[in-house]
DNA sequence: TACTAACCGAGACGGTACGTCTCGTCTTCCC
DNA sequence: GGGAAGACGAGACGTACCGTCTCGGTTAGTA
């Protein structure tokens, strides 16, 4: 049945979305997350307004696919040696990943996505956090430490959120350079 | 001159500042960064809409000076005696800070609209971060740092991170506790 | 080509036409042309604001069409068989449309923003002027006038103005039985 | 009383009057009716808001008061010789006076008020055009009019509309030459 | 070959926020 | 107490975008 409804009738035209995915990211780079407008997407994509809100039911929707529907390889993290180039690593990826414009525009809009809807947190937390995170908390319980589970979380959650504010609030490069250094999960207080 | 440009004419009423400001706070945690508009403070402050573009060119102003000039104590980490200490206090600060229901409600736009306005941005390094910066200068200074001044930004970027992202994110009362612990600024690599 | 563009897109409702050209009228009696304004257009028509000005640029080109085009019978002077008829049927048309309350209720708003508008200037003569007018030069010329297009105008002038300044200051029923007796365009000097 | 209130205090400048005057009959042609505000008169006469509102309760009564406080030769009628003379000379006068820019920009103004306000219509009516039309109702009554009164009135409302006409709408020369002789208040039906 | 369902663009719809403007009043200091 | 400067509440202005809808016209697969 469902197969039927879903074969019936002209299928949607493939090259649609496209053109709305990539005019969406070109205009968050240009105009920002407060301007972007369905209207100046379907415009620049030279599509109708109704072939974008039946395929997305919101700005939000939207934005999501176009920025984070990236193909790129995968965390490159499982194999550090040590917690040190863990950490190393993490910052080098994730420094590059905030630094592309569209994500940097489309941060705080996913932020606030991810604030008021925790079914997403934990979808994302799971799909993109938890493999490097495992991999983390297996190096820190072979360096000894008593809580490599929380102190793998902490660690995370101080690489995300250092990467967050230097890319949008900006942060000169030898402070980048220095993040890494800061952060020692292992050692005793 | 100056004192007679500024006392000509009726002086504004400091009473519709104060109203406009709580207005916007409380209509923050009702309605959301999103739905928060001019009319609707303008309409809960009893106050006349031009009366507040007369004080606030935007939303994001108005925001930003409902958010961030609260009357609380003054940061309390000038006299910390050490840079670990400067680091735990911090924290507490700014947890406490983040977890203000109106600036949860209020970040992720707020962040969004830095982008275009870059004098904000500024703002915000200039009332919020500078006084705190100067003195974990000068501790790091005086326990030995090589680069000071970096040291401090770099941690300062990292204790701001990770409070917007348990903030905003979430995170468990162990691993808020652990954070502290992790950054360790005056440890060579 | 033209049909194709025509067709193109949501046709207009013409429901809200006659809607807001109605409430135009009903508002123009109530509160006169001053305090008429768009939004109370729009509220009383049960109709969104952007629809109006969608088919009218201004207030003016909506009163103008609200007032102006009565759906009466046409001019009744077009079968006149002499000019003293054609005049006495003129003014008691004329009469009659400016005793109408909404027209007495816009006359001058109207007349003062015809001076920013000269396309509804023109469009006035050419709407209710015109055919009377060439019907009236017919009659001149066949009845001796050696200037019929100059004499119609000038008689055509002084029909209206009468009947304005009768529909505004007022003017007693002897004074208005008389005026059609007074002009005659085609006794020489 | 009367004198004891009015002499207390400082004492009016007469020149802001002037000035404001004249700063409303530049506006009223330069912007017309219906854009003239009152913030513009007070700006281009370098005069406080609040010192044309003592001055004058509306806008209505400034333009009014700008307008028609002329010292002008009173009206040139009331020795004519003969109605057609009478009828000639008026409109000579009449358009004369119509044309002059602020009297049309301020024309539709002064017919709503008119219209509005019966007092201020028979008391214009009584200052500006009873003296003249006694002298035409005797010019008639002479001439062997049955009934001088009403054809005195019928005529004085043909020539002030065909000018009011003109004035706001236009009209060529030779027509406005053409229309003293269309009218003939003696000649019998 | 014809039917038919879902697609497509264009664009109108009611609603609502925007930021600006003018209104007429009020409040402050200066003369 | 008059005068200027200017803030005040109220509310209309005309524009923009929202998300939905209604068109005429395509574009498939099914009958």
Redesign the interface.
């Known amino acids: 049945m469902d197969q039927s409804d879903r074969s019936r009738g002209r299928p949607r035209d493939p090259a649609i979305d496209d053109a709305a995915l990539q005019a969406c990211r070109d205009l968050l780079v240009e105009v920002?997350?407060?301007?972007l407008s369905m209207v100046a997407i379907a415009d620049r994509a030279n599509v109708g307004r109704p072939a974008l809100y039946r395929r997305w039911p919101s700005k939000t929707h939207l934005v999501f696919e176009a920025v984070f529907s990236w193909q790129d390889d995968p965390t490159p993290v499982d194999d550090a040696p040590t917690s040190t180039e863990w950490i190393r690593r993490s910052f080098a990826y994730t420094q590059n990943l905030f630094a592309r414009p569209e994500v940097?525009?489309a941060?705080?809009?996913l932020?606030?996505s991810?604030?008021?809807h925790?079914d997403r947190?934990s979808a994302l937390?799971k799909e993109f956090g938890l493999p490097g995170l495992s991999t983390l908390e297996s190096l820190l319980r072979a360096e000894g430490s008593a809580?490599p589970a929380?102190?793998a979380?902490?660690?995370m959650?101080?690489v995300?959120?250092?990467?967050?504010?230097?890319s949008?609030?900006?942060?000169?490069s030898?402070?980048l350079d220095?993040?890494p250094?800061?952060?020692?999960?292992n050692?005793n207080?």
Request: a positive charge; glycine letters at 10%; aromatic letters at 4%.
């Open positions: 920002g997350w407060d301007k940097r525009a941060l705080p809009g932020m606030a991810l604030r008021d925790p947190q937390w809580t929380i102190d979380q902490a660690t959650v101080m995300i959120g250092a990467c967050l504010v230097t949008l609030l900006g942060g000169s030898p402070v220095r993040l250094d800061l952060l020692h999960p050692k207080p």
